[in-house]
């Protein structure tokens, strides 16, 4: 009994830890930029590094939290935790109201409208207003800030944090946000989707089969349109973003069919699996 009680002891705080610290913690480091005014001489700092790492890495990393190809990615989920892509939902809408109208009331510059051409690495578009907060950190904090909270494996939750932080930080590294958007954007989304998680347990919505279906075929059209008529403004990042896309397209597509029934998603598996057969006997005659 006392294994137990320990055991959910540890949990509780454990949960605690991962709903208050991240967003406590960039809270009180924006402080700190701001009160020391430091905004501008960090980012050159971070911004610099690309002396290192180069550009094209960064163009590629920062499209991952771009609201369109970022949300396709939870179709993937769509069959196995209908919950997790439920709550991200109601995250997002929340995120968009609070990002929109910080966005209208602080209408802050960018650095393009500041620093002088050459003076740092610039990548994609030149947006020179409404920086703050960034949007690509929200939208990557709203979606990492929920699947923290609705999985407890330790590894998981570490990996999607380092995952969303360097999301979040790419927006610098491209030139395009100050830290102190970044971090404003990361209290955004993990606060959203802490607000997503009780309204969802509190007013007992649940994620039926028919709601299941229909946000799963929303996921799937955007998937679509995606590798067909949008542009994430850095084309350095075009092969990156269609594959992204393919992928999700084809695994959304067995996911969902699973959603509608397994039979359906056994028998496009099998057709897949022998049209590449097919395609590799095409290609190779000689193979077996």
């Known amino acids: 009994m006392w ?3 320990i055991q959910k002891a540890k ?6 830890m991962w709903t208050w610290f991240p967003p406590a913690t960039a809270l009180v480091i924006s402080f700190f930029v701001y009160f020391c005014k430091i905004n501008g001489q960090l ?3 971070i911004n610099g ?3 290192v790492t180069g550009t094209t890495i960064w163009s590629n990393i920062t499209i991952l939290g771009d609201g369109m190809l970022a949300t396709i990615l939870i179709i993937l989920l769509i069959r196995r935790r209908p919950d997790v892509v439920w709550t991200i939902a109601v995250a997002s809408i929340l995120s968009v109201i609070i990002l929109r109208t ?3 009331i602080f209408n802050t510059p960018r650095p393009p409208m500041i620093f002088e051409e050459g003076s740092f690495f610039l990548s994609g578009p030149c947006y020179r207003r409404n920086g703050f907060p960034s949007g690509h950190a929200t939208t990557a904090f709203t979606i990492g800030g929920s699947l923290v909270m609705m999985y407890r494996n330790t590894i998981f939750r ?3 944090f380092v995952i969303a932080g360097i999301i979040a930080i790419s927006r610098v590294m491209v030139g395009i946000h100050w830290p102190i958007d970044i971090l404003a ?3 955004i989304g993990w606060v959203s989707s802490w607000l997503a998680l009780v309204i969802v347990k509190q007013k ?3 994620v039926g089969p028919w709601k299941q279906k229909i946000v799963g075929l929303i996921l799937l059209t955007a998937s679509i349109v995606s590798i067909t008529g949008y542009d994430t403004g850095y084309p350095r990042a075009f092969w990156f973003h269609r594959i992204i896309s393919i992928i999700v397209i084809l695994a959304g597509s067995y996911e969902l069919a699973h959603v509608y029934s397994p039979t359906y998603a056994l028998r496009g598996l099998s057709i897949t699996k022998r049209t590449f057969l097919l395609l590799k006997k095409a290609i190779n005659p000689e193979l077996p």
């Open 102 to 104: 910080g966005k209208m």
């Open 185 to 187: 954007g990361m209290i």
């Open 204 to 206: 007992g919505w649940q």
């Open 11 to 16: 949990v509780c705080n454990s949960d605690v």
């Open 158 to 160: 570490y990996a999607i």
């Open 43 to 45: 980012f050159l700092t």
């Open 3 to 5: 294994k137990n009680l």
């Open 49 to 51: 590094l690309q002396n």
